[in-house]
């Protein structure tokens, strides 16, 4: 007998970026493990990226609720200048230099619409779906945050029709790496706060995308947490001859929290001492990049080396990343960086190419690559070992060789993801 579950979800295609895959991908599997998905999402969201490649992996005839929400980004754009057509970028990043009216309306985004500005969808949300689920029932609801309101709406519903809910957290929410940027007063900090804790106390089951967030939750005092992480979908088929030069490409945003300085540092000595190196060297950025790494790019000498990309659709981007030798990963450098565990990291391992990570070695990227054998992680200040792996990569590449390939990587795909997440739904409903 096929089940349903209703998924509530900011993100969803035509909208690109890492956040739309998480429920995409499990959505595409689901039908395969008895359950059937029915999608919740706005009408006009304010997408970071559109990416239509993505539509291709909604699976045919499901069920996709939209309404329409209001959102402040109007009034964000108009006091920061910004065009009425021009995209937000992820998180606080900043792509030029913020003023007073950004830190501004940074107050205000923090301050009157908690937990996100997606608030005021809570309510018409809640209405629109009561009325809904009397017609049309599921047996086990599903909010995926940030943005936060989505639980909060998931929330409601439980309690007016008594549906299991799993909250499932893709980043922090008070311990996320900017949440100590945001202007808040004591009401807005100590409001987050007591929204994240009924969260986590009042839905039967909560869904973590790493070890350590399970952790973290687990030390709060809560137990019923699992740990699935995000993954690859089929391993790419190689296209088309490499990248012409040693090529280092990083794929997704990159704010501050997350620049290489001594990677920086560590090529441009290179460049500066190794005239073959500094002749087959390109650095590929796809995404979003913080205006502070742009600034140091440029003080080591390196912008030369440099190419860089807005966007690039999803099934493009898993190509290119089988086209470069090294594939660059940055972690926050921030109190949580232990348990973070991106998208783009998995799509990585699914590629095939050596992994070149700058972050904690005690990580939990660090235990997949160890187990993996997909590359190598260095902490944020060992520039010593961080050079000495780039020499090593670099003669790799210049005798037309690469690592080990990756192995045991198949415990990370999405249908195996999801048969887990089929096997947590029954669970949490039996």
């Known amino acids: 007998m096929t089940r349903k579950v209703l ?35 706005p009408f006009n969201p304010e997408p970071q990226e559109t990416d239509e490649s993505l539509m291709a992996d909604i699976p045919a005839d499901i069920e996709i609720i939209k309404t329409r ?11 920061t200048g910004k065009k009425k057509d021009e995209r937000l970028g992820v998180a606080l990043m900043n792509e030029k230099k913020s003023g007073l009216m950004s830190r501004f309306s940074l107050w205000i985004r923090s301050n009157l619409f908690i937990p996100d500005p997606r608030v005021l969808w809570i309510r018409p949300s809640v209405n629109y779906l009561t009325q809904y689920l009397k017609q049309h029932p599921v047996d086990v609801i599903v909010s995926t945050g940030p943005p936060h309101s989505m639980h909060l709406i998931a929330l409601r519903l439980k309690k007016k029709t008594g549906l299991k809910w799993i909250a499932d957290f893709r980043d922090p929410w008070t311990n996320i790496d900017f949440y100590k940027e945001l202007i808040l007063t004591a009401y807005a900090d100590k409001r987050h706060r007591k929204l994240e804790n009924i969260v986590l106390h009042q839905a039967d089951h909560i869904i973590t995308v790493s070890p350590g967030m399970t952790r973290e939750f687990k030390n709060q005092g809560l137990e019923h947490i699992t740990t699935l992480t995000n993954g690859y979908d089929n391993v790419p088929i190689l296209s088309g001859e490499p990248s012409k030069g040693f090529s280092i490409l990083h794929l997704g945003s990159m704010p501050k929290s997350r620049n290489p300085e001594n990677l920086w540092k560590v090529l441009s000595a290179l460049v500066s001492s190794n005239k073959n190196f500094a002749s087959l060297l390109k650095i590929r950025l796809i995404g979003r990049i913080d205006v502070t790494i742009m600034e140091s790019i440029r003080q080591h000498h390196l912008e030369g080396f440099v190419s860089r990309e807005l966007f690039v659709p999803n099934n493009q981007a ?18 949580n960086a232990d348990g973070i565990l991106t998208n783009k990291f998995f799509e990585y391992l699914s590629a095939n190419r050596p992994v070149l990570a700058i972050g904690p070695t005690t990580g939990d990227v660090s235990v997949i690559l160890n187990e993996t054998n997909a590359g190598k992680i260095f902490e944020y200040d060992d520039i010593d070992s961080l050079k000495a792996q780039i020499l090593y990569l670099f003669e790799l590449y210049s005798q037309h060789k690469t690592m080990t390939g990756n192995s045991g990587i198949e415990k990370y795909s999405r249908r195996n993801l999801t048969r887990e997440l089929s096997v947590l739904l029954n669970k949490v409903i039996s």
Not at 7 to 35: C, D, H, N
Not at 69 to 79: C, H, M, R, S
């Open 7 to 41: 998924i509530i979800t900011y993100y969803w295609p035509p909208s690109g970026g890492s956040a739309v895959l998480r429920w995409l991908k499990f959505s595409k599997y689901l039908r395969e493990f008895g359950w059937e998905p029915v999608i919740y999402t």
């Open 69 to 79: 929400i209001v959102e402040p980004y109007g009034i964000y754009k108009w006091l």
């Open 318 to 335: 898993i190509q290119l990343l089988t086209q470069a030798s090294v594939l660059l990963l940055c972690i926050n450098k921030t109190a």
